[in-house]
């Protein structure tokens, strides 16, 4: 069986468990560490805060934490194995770069794609940096309405990365746009697209949309449960129930794309954004979206499906 890599060694399909296939323990725009009137970050505070995030959802039955922050927006594969340990949870992180307005894309604006699929083939066989932690799969990234130059050429490299390597691709769309776009662009390249999830599908609530990529064997991220303010959690479960009814619950994977510690000053939040993620916290689908799926018809198979099997197949394949 092929060996998936995590940040504390070495794992199998069959031992990942039940599976959060979007979170991230650590996460800073851009530009943070210039930021002179930011808050100063205390590492020893955060990694408790990040260790205990991983012990509550390992008491919950979580046996692993997919972790695909790209390598520009404030990852660090150190803090993320010291969290994993400290837990007894398995992590896998990534390798890739984020879209253009938020990423840190000066330098690599001026690389080829094949450039860039190279440190990305890179991260995945001899490591990340010095670290000794290698990325187990490849992240890229869309604007919303939009795939820009810059991004197309990311989506590329991720494409050939993965050719060479096999490890699956997970990307972010932004407001439920350009996933069929962003599966074009990896079919051109060649790749399997039952080793890619377009994530964030749950932004957008039009099923054709949906049925339109499930249709060519991906998975689907439902994967920012509890973000009510960008798209409601009773619009997200309606359609993730839709798509159960009809029969492509082995092609969908749930998370909150949840955030335990912010480099620099983190986010800006209004009184109304405020109240609209309440829920974001990844306990919040063991906790609440589970329970609504057992309460709507949802049968325990199903659910089984989308928490172990699924991850476990995207791995496997």
Known sequence: MKTINTVTGTTTADKLGTTLMHEHLMVGWGGWELD????RFERKQALKVATDRLKELRDLGLGTFLDPCPMDIGRDVNFMAEAAGA????????TGLYKEDLGN???FKQ???????????AELTEGIAHSGVKAGVIKCATSKDKINEYEEKCLRAAARAQLKTGAPITTHTEDGTMGREQLD?????????R?????HSCGASDLRYHTDMLDRG???GFDRFGLDFLHPDRLRLAALIGLLGVGFEKQIVLSHDSVACWLGRG???????????????????????LPALRTAGVSEEKIQTLMVGNPRRYFEE
């Not at 002179?36 to 808050?39: L, S, V």
């Not at 690389?111 to 083939?121: F, L, P, T």
């Not at 662009?185 to 697209?193: M, N, T, Y």
């Open 36 to 39: 002179c009137m930011a808050p």
């Open 195 to 199: 080793h890619v999830i377009v994530g």
């Open 87 to 94: 837990a007894g949870v398995q992590l896998i992180c990534a």
């Open 111 to 121: 690389r080829s794609i094949g450039e860039i699929a190279d440190v990305y083939v």
């Open 105 to 107: 894309t000066a330098y």
């Open 218 to 220: 991906c998975y689907l």
């Open 185 to 193: 662009i990896f079919a051109s390249e060649g790749v399997d697209l």
């Open 267 to 289: 986010l800006d939040l209004t009184p109304e954004i405020e109240k609209g993620i309440r829920n974001w916290q990844p306990t919040h689908i063991f906790k609440n979206i």
